[in-house]
């Protein structure tokens, strides 16, 4: 047989088999290196620092169970969210990403290792990127071999799909989710495989601590049932399928009604029924399997088959009957939004005002998986080629992935692994076709050629793609070839067709191998680079702090929130309550340890369209409402002055279209545009837009900075007008360095019981109209 | 310090000794006194100086007095001989009811013959001693602050002349006590005023005033209101941690610092558009602080400067390179801090300030006794601050014994505990030390000394080693143990 070129042969195949182990081990480490060193940027550019949003409530929250206790922690009712109604946040929350938290912190305490909890939480989602990479390794090597699970551990690693959810600091449910999706998985694969009860159990228990901590573990409740579906239908059922399925959904289900915030819906709504479903119709079809194997009459079969079809539609039938009774609750809006792009703006315009909620731009596909994106389709294309069970569950995962990914910018992140998972198929797919020396013989009979190379095919296809472990190929050869699965051949089939009377087809001599594998190298190189760039410049803000170039070239750090933030924090009373913007909850309650109106968690949609018709409303409408509420101060975001564009002009129409949604005959979004239907704060602006509470926080007093020269509003590149606005309810009570921050107090009633528009005339010694109406007193309570 | 000298001393020797304490000292007239005030923000420095002629023989003890209002504020209370470097020892005999002061005795360096003089001086910080007024200031308004005294120095003995000088850093004085209808020592004019300065004196004949008759009907109270234009500095608490480590070579300082402006409080609100205003024409508001520059030791590295929600950006640290220690040298490394915001009056601004130094500029090893000691910064100074309560941690290495050490002055209670940190075994002793009132005279050295065997060295590398020895032999065992179900 001809070779390409020549392989050792004196290598005993223990030594091969160490050798292989070693770099194995070498390689996943090198791989974890990577993954934590390329989610570093964040701390090295800026410092240790949590990052965005919600990662302040869980870092808050992480903080009350290391300090506290578990049992504190989960009794935890915190008064100062969602301010006056407090929020009960042990019910609330997925706990698992806190637990893991406070579990390292009290091991690493045990051992006499003080680490800061700030620390742990900010290098939980590197550390967990490490095992990641390690699970998906595990996963890929139980669909080809160990060289693609090398591969995918390394493409998960660094790819920014994924990096995005996970650098450092971003210290968010996602941060673990992943790890314990693909081990779930694994874990699934492996039950399925082996009919093994201790990998259901397994896959079971990592669905709790995947339901513990993430709302996304939803997705494992319909790809498992989805993928057994799709196999029964196939005619692959089997004992293994019947003791996985039934040993992962009795005990996950149990397990996931542990966590108080899941309790009782994985059977009392929509989202989980399809899990339920699936586990009754395996048991009818287990019991009517077991049925034909002991009754031999044709007749008996096909009625059992019609009674089982018949209990099947009944099933469905009891379901979808419950769910019109009230037994079941239907969808969420969240899940309707998943099929209709448009639901959530006409409905829900809370999920809609989330950025990482609009449907996904084609250019972020690249910029997240760069080239993973065209070898995806051909992993998924290779695992046709074999289909076995677990190919089944690769597809089913790529399909419904790549719709959910194209719906929502957030669920790239479920798609990324299998992105991963069948790039790696593919492109080791092509290196083992590549670096594999045999070479098709011209001479022999092309039939008997398929059959010689596929022992060889198999071998080095289970070898990573270096040359040592080429060089084993060889030596397993001789130990492996008898037992090598039919279905590797097909794959060696599909890489070199052949057809009988032609000439014999493959790859012949060095150059050819290494023209391909060159190409192949480079454009991993390319996949680094890109990683590299895209994880440094776009994923690696804390976007708590903002970084800006002085001058000289050197950085410089604008760090207005942390200004403002800490003022609240020191110099105003403790029981003082503070209202903003959604948006900014999270971090109040996190930086400035003060209550808040709303926060992130989004959950009375009410509450925040109190807000929002608090802002959008004059100062004479929104008075009231503050002071019904308590609130002290009222903080804004302003970019005007830097040109900061996330500011909260920019996110005002959805003030104003949250607070339509519930208060629809004063609250009217047209009346915020010009006439012309532009969206203007200069002297065009609406008389409305021109009275919101909002557009007078923002540029109160803001054209006196540019002294004689025109005030331009860098944000929006819009001359505002040099009147200025007045504030005669709120005084203003701190502006941090670069003005982006405004907080404002709001004013007590008159001691006099004026009104205090009336007080504030009288004390700049304006003398009342006579012509006007005297000004009624407001009803203020 | 003075009120520790007090629990310890003074209640002892009060009992023991009874009310004669007063004439325990020898007999002495006050030929002059005459003191300097400096008035400032949070602290006032006072200088007095008598002028003391011995009436009999072998005179030594001369005892000072202090009025119980005066004694509450003193933070520092020092004596010299006019010229010469050396403190004369102090001790305090506590508060004498029926003399209504508080007493010391000095001991001068020589005992003088009859007729034999001396100069003493006696310097004091005050603290707590100022208080804005108005209490509130707008921001761009300037700030004025007003100092109350006792006009009369109280001292045990005659004195023939006294007078007192109040030296504000302004000369814009808006007002002081004016004594209209004191004539009791002078027939000139009691009071004279004199650009920045105002003098109460000269007044002659003074009997001994340390007793409660005189205080009750010839002492007065001066009150002086004056302009000071910058701003007014507390630390409301400092704790500071060094940590000594031999196996990094390392003297670790941590301060967490509670800083506050005591000025005048911001009335109304902060307007950031006046605040960049006035910084644009160089005219900042007075009570605010904008920046903060700290000394710190020559030769630190890796400095930090953070508050609750994360490091602070705007600082810069200019490293003097190290100098060895027993080498008299003024290098500084010097920080620029910059709070997150201007701190304006009431303010409070909170945050951690820490930096490692080579632990040979710090540390010896007596060879005579086999003991370490090093000498560990008691504070650094804030500019014209003070320190309300400090709390001072020094943490040995691991093993350290028979430990000894030695402030520079008393602290109010101390006391020995054990810190846990890094993969320790049994822990570190810590010693930790509590003051009030520290100013910028109490920056001094803490020495300790204690014994650290070459073997508490090896504890560490040996716990980790055998805790990977023992998970590497639970690994052996249990890859080479089949627990399957056959």
């Known amino acids: 047989m001809a070779v390409a070129y020549s392989l050792p042969s004196d290598v005993s195949p223990a030594t091969v088999t160490n050798t292989r182990s070693l770099l194995r081990i070498i390689a996943l480490a090198l791989i974890s290196g990577a993954a934590i060193a390329s989610r570093l940027f964040a701390v090295i550019n800026f410092e240790s620092i949590i990052h965005e949003f919600d990662p302040w409530f869980n870092y808050r929250a992480t903080r009350v169970l290391a300090s506290e206790g578990f049992y504190e922690f989960w009794n935890w009712f915190d008064p100062t969210a969602w301010y006056p109604l407090g929020r009960v946040v042990g019910g609330t929350i997925y706990p698992g990403l806190m637990a893991t938290s406070g579990v390292i912190y009290n091991v690493l305490h045990a051992l006499h290792l003080p680490v800061d909890i700030r620390n742990i939480c900010v290098l939980l989602a590197p550390g967990f990127s490490a095992l990641t990479a390690w699970s998906t390794y595990m996963f890929t090597k139980e669909m080809k071999d160990e060289s693609a699970g090398l591969l995918a551990a390394a493409f998960i690693g660094i790819v920014p799909g994924y990096i995005s959810r996970s650098v450092a600091g971003s210290y968010d449910n996602e941060a673990i989710a992943i790890f314990l999706l693909m081990f779930t998985f694994f874990c699934w694969i492996k039950a399925l495989k082996t009919g093994s009860a201790l990998f259901g159990t397994l896959a079971a228990l990592f669905y709790f601590y995947m339901v513990a901590a993430w709302g996304g573990y939803a997705f494992i409740t319909n790809m498992i049932p989805l993928h057994s579906l799709a196999l029964i239908l196939m005619g692959r059922y089997s004992s293994r399928l019947y003791v996985a399925y039934s040993s992962w959904y009795a005990i996950g289900t149990l397990a996931s009604m542990q966590v108080p915030f899941v309790g009782f819906q994985p059977v009392r709504t929509s989202e989980h029924m399809a899990a339920l479903g699936v586990f009754g119709l395996l048991q009818i079809v287990a019991f009517a399997e077991l049925v034909r194997t002991h009754v031999s009459s044709k007749q008996f079969q096909s009625l059992l088959y019609a009674s089982v079809i018949g209990m099947g539609i009944l099933g469905a039938g009891a379901i979808i009957g419950l769910t019109y009774k009230g037994w079941i609750a239907p969808w969420t809006g969240r899940f309707y939004s998943l099929w209709d792009t448009g639901y959530a703006k006409i409905h829900i315009p809370i999920i809609a005002s989330v950025s990482e909620h609009q449907p996904t731009a084609w250019p972020s596909f690249f910029m997240d998986l760069h080239s993973l994106v065209f070898l995806f389709p051909a992993g998924v294309v290779m695992c046709f080629r074999q289909l076995r069970d677990e190919h089944v569950f690769v597809i089913i995962y790529a399909v419904v992935a790549s719709y959910f990914a194209g719906v929502m910018v957030r669920l790239m992140l479920t798609l990324t692994p299998v992105v991963c998972v069948a790039a790696a198929i593919a492109f080791s797919s092509l290196l083992d076709t590549y670096i594999e020396p045999t070479e098709p013989d011209v001479a022999d009979d092309s039939s008997g050629k398929i059959a010689e190379t596929a022992p060889a095919v198999d071998a080095a296809s289970s070898g990573s793609s270096t040359a040592v472990s080429a060089s084993s190929s060889t030596a397993k050869k001789t130990k492996k070839a008898p037992t090598a699965p039919p279905s590797v051949s097909a794959v060696a089939a599909a890489m070199t067709p052949s057809k009988k009377g032609e000439k014999p087809r493959g790859i012949f001599g060095l150059d050819t191998r290494f023209i391909v594998l060159l190409n192949a190298v480079g454009m991993l190189l390319f996949f680094v680079l890109h990683c590299t760039w895209v994880t440094s410049t776009a994923y690696s803000s804390p976007s708590v702090v903002l970084a800006s170039q002085n001058p000289d070239g050197s950085q410089h750090i604008i760090d207005d929130f942390r200004e403002a933030y800490y003022w609240l924090r020191q110099n105003t009373p403790e029981n003082s309550v503070v209202m903003s913007w959604w948006d900014y909850g999270y971090q109040i309650a996190g930086m400035a340890d003060r209550a808040t109106l709303v926060d992130n968690n989004t959950w009375n949609n009410t509450h925040i369209a109190t807000v929002g018709k608090a802002m959008s409303s004059s100062e004479e409408v929104a008075y009231p409402i503050l002071r019904k509420h308590d609130v002290d101060y009222v903080l804004i975001i302003f970019g005007g002055l830097l040109g900061y564009s996330g500011d909260d002009i920019n996110k005002f129409l959805w003030m104003v279209r949250i607070a339509q949604g519930v208060w629809p005959d004063e609250i009217q979004e047209p009346n915020y545009f010009t006439p012309k239907g532009e969206y203007k704060v200069d002297d065009m602006a609406s008389p409305t837009m021109k009275n919101s509470l909002m557009y007078k926080m923002s540029y109160y007093r803001f054209p006196e900075l540019f002294g004689t020269s025109q005030a331009i509003d860098r944000v929006r590149g819009q001359q505002i007008p040099k009147a200025g606005t007045t504030l005669d309810y709120l005084d203003e009570a701190f502006t941090s360095e670069n003005w982006i921050v405004r907080i404002y107090q709001v004013k007590k009633e008159d001691i006099l019981g004026r009104d205090l528009k009336s007080a504030n005339a009288f004390a700049q010694g304006k003398k009342r109209k006579r012509t006007k109406p005297p000004v009624r007193r407001k009803a203020t309570v | ?486």
């Open chain 2, 1 to 486: 310090m003075l009120k520790s000298w007090r629990c310890c001393l003074s209640l002892f020797l009060l009992g023991v000794l009874g009310p004669g304490v007063v004439s325990a000292g020898h007999s002495f007239e006050n030929t002059a006194i005459v003191r300097t005030v400096e008035l400032g923000g949070s602290l006032v420095h006072v200088t007095t100086t008598y002028a003391v002629k011995a009436l009999e023989d072998g005179s030594r003890l001369y005892t000072l007095a202090l009025a119980d209002s005066e004694h509450e504020k003193t933070s520092w209370l020092e004596a010299k001989i006019k010229g010469e470097a050396a403190v004369l020892s102090l001790e305090e005999f506590g508060y004498s009811p029926d003399g209504g002061a508080y007493l010391y005795t000095v001991e001068l360096p020589n005992a003088l013959k009859a007729n034999g003089t001396a100069n003493l001086v006696v310097e004091t910080v005050q603290t707590h001693v100022t208080y804005p007024w108005p209490d509130q200031a707008a921001q761009s308004d300037g700030q004025s602050l007003k100092y109350e005294t006792d006009l009369l120095v109280l001292s045990p003995y005659h004195t023939a002349v006294q007078r007192t000088k109040i030296r504000s850093p302004l000369p814009q004085i808006h007002s002081y006590t004016t004594l209209d209808d004191f004539d009791d020592f002078t027939t000139e004019s009691p009071v004279t005023k004199s650009g920045a300065t105002i003098t109460y004196g000269p007044y002659y004949n003074i009997p001994p005033s340390s007793n409660k008759d005189f205080i009750a009907e010839k002492q007065k109270h001066v009150i002086v209101h004056y302009a000071y234009d910058n701003p007014m500095l507390e630390v409301l608490s400092l704790k500071r941690t060094a940590e000594i480590s031999h196996w990094g070579a390392n003297l670790n300082i941590e301060d967490k610092v509670h800083l506050q402006n005591s000025g005048a409080k911001l009335k109304g609100h902060f307007s950031r558009l006046e605040h960049q205003s006035s910084q644009y024409y160089g005219r900042p508001s007075p009570q605010m602080l904008p920046a903060l520059t700290l000394h710190l030791p020559a030769g630190i590295h890796s400095a930090y400067f953070y508050d609750l929600v994360g490091n602070v950006s705007t600082s810069h640290l200019r490293v003097a390179p190290s100098v060895p220690k027993g080498v008299q040298s003024n290098l500084n490394s010097v920080m620029e801090l910059r709070p997150r915001y201007p701190l304006m009056g009431g303010w409070n601004y909170s945050f951690t300030l820490g930096w490692d130094s080579p632990l040979r500029d710090y540390a010896g090893w007596d060879k005579q006794t086999g003991k370490y000691i090093v000498g560990v910064p008691l504070m650094t100074i804030i500019n014209g601050a003070v320190v309300n309560d400090a709390e001072i941690k020094i943490i040995l290495p691991e093993g350290a014994t028979d430990i000894d050490y030695s402030p520079p002055f008393p602290s109010l209670h101390s006391n020995l505990s054990t810190h846990v940190t890094y993969l320790d075994t049994i822990g570190r002793p810590a010693i930790t030390l509590h003051y009030k009132d520290l100013t910028y005279n109490h920056a001094g050295t803490i020495y300790v000394t204690y014994k650290a065997p070459f073997s508490t060295l090896l504890r560490k590398p040996m716990a980790v080693a055998a805790a990977f020895i023992s998970l590497f032999l639970v690994g052996f065992a249990a890859k080479r143990v089949d627990i399957r179900i056959k």
